[in-house]
Structure formats: structure tokens, C-alpha cells
T-cell receptor, first 115, second 111 residues
């Protein structure tokens, strides 16, 4: 069975600085997707970034980028130029490449941003 | 498009009561699913559907029932609520290999 581990329950960063959130996963599949979701206090689950396992290039979305290390089964999220609005819970998630709806989530990292 | 909508936003139940959490999407997505989120944990899959008339169990299906009579709607039924079902419930939908869209969540408190 696949598992997702986020080993940092809480992280903090100062405004305008850079922070990296860690995620490791375990799978025997070669075709899969990885996601980072942001959950602000409103509880809405917001997609931050997505990575297809078959793509070697790391995904980027504006200030958000990932470091995808397939052999090490590591998928970290880097937030550059942190803003107060980035404060939230961040969840790493895995989905098989087969046609499936099942997302497997990590336990989350709470990110605090200080002015 | 309204996206994925959920009702109610918040509900209080007594142990043993039944209720239905509603989920609807207007994007013609074939996949729909229900997750629950408990403190200190990520979301866990309860039930999912790959199309109208087809449902299957996820990781934590006990105590919940689903049906999918239309593409748009995917209600989640609690037949006899228990305090262990106190949680925040999220509905999600997607098409093909695309990313899931999540609803705003329903917070359920069972006393």
C-alpha cells in the first residue's frame, strides 16, 4: 500500500524569505501523480502544484516549486518570497497513475509566516 | 460554473440519528468521492464513484452509505451517527487524469 509522510508538523518563515516543506512517499508503482494542497483556516482545499512522475522536470507555479526526487521518493515544496497569505496547512498527496479517484494524504505541515 | 457544492456547511446530530450530506458538481465530472478529515490527520477516502450507478469503498467506509443516480450528485448517508463520525467531510470530483476539485466541506458534530 502507498503511504505519504510529512515529518514536519510545523514550520515558520519570515515574510519574503524562502521555506521548504518536506514530503516522502512509498510506492511500488512507476506511474503516479503527486500534489501539494493548501488548506487555509476557511478549510477549503486549494491545489498548489502537481507533478507527474513520468516528467523529470520539476513543476513550478509562480513562487511555488517542487524538488521531485523519484529514486529517493521525495517531493518537497519550496515557497519563495513568502507572504502572509501563505500561512496555512499544507498537505502532500499521492495518486496512482491508473484511472482512480483515490488520493492518499500526508498528515500535513502547518506553516506560519511572520512579518 | 459553481464547481463542487456541499450542504449543509455545519450540522449537529445526536448519536443514532441519520442524515445525508449533499454533494453536487456542474462540471460533468465522472469521478466523485467523499473524504473525511480528522484533527492531526490528512484526508481519508470514505467512498468513491467512477460514474453514475457505480460506487466503491475507500479506506474508511464503515458507517457510511453512498449512491450515484446522476452524474451531478453524490450524497453521503450516515444511517446511525456515532461520535466517532465527528469530522469535516469533503466531497471532490474530477475527470480523467485531471486534478480533483474539492468542495468547501461540511463540519459534522455528533453528540
Amino acid at each position: 500500500a502507498q503511504t505519504v509522510t510529512q515529518s514536519q508538523p510545523e514550520m515558520s518563515v519570515q515574510e519574503a524569505e524562502t521555506v521548504t516543506l518536506s514530503c516522502t512517499y512509498d510506492t511500488s508503482e512507476s506511474d503516479y501523480y503527486l500534489f501539494w494542497y493548501k488548506q487555509p483556516p476557511s478549510r477549503q482545499m486549494i491545489l498548489v502544484i502537481r507533478q507527474e512522475a513520468y516528467k523529470q522536470q520539476n513543476a513550478t507555479e509562480n513562487r511555488f516549486s517542487v524538488n521531485f526526487q523519484k529514486a529517493a521518493k521525495s517531493f518537497s515544496l519550496k515557497i519563495s518570497d513568502s507572504q502572509l497569505g501563505d500561512a496555512a496547512m499544507y498537505f502532500c498527496a499521492y495518486r496512482s497513475g491508473r484511472f482512480t479517484d483515490k488520493l492518499i494524504f500526508g498528515t500535513g505541515t502547518r506553516l506560519q509566516v511572520f512579518p | 460554473n459553481a464547481g463542487v457544492t456541499q450542504t449543509p456547511k455545519f450540522q449537529v446530530l445526536k448519536t443514532g440519528q441519520s442524515m445525508t450530506l449533499q454533494c453536487a458538481q456542474d462540471m460533468n465530472h465522472e469521478y466523485m468521492s467523499w473524504y473525511r478529515q480528522d484533527p492531526g490527520m490528512g484526508l481519508r477516502l470514505i467512498h468513491y464513484s467512477v460514474g453514475a450507478g457505480i460506487t466503491d469503498q475507500g479506506e474508511v467506509p464503515n458507517g457510511y452509505n453512498v449512491s450515484r443516480s446522476t452524474t451531478e450528485d453524490f450524497p453521503l448517508r450516515l444511517l446511525s451517527a456515532a461520535p466517532s463520525q465527528t469530522s469535516v467531510y469533503f466531497c471532490a470530483s474530477k475527470t480523467g487524469h485531471e486534478t480533483q476539485y474539492f468542495g468547501p466541506g461540511t463540519r459534522l458534530l455528533v453528540l
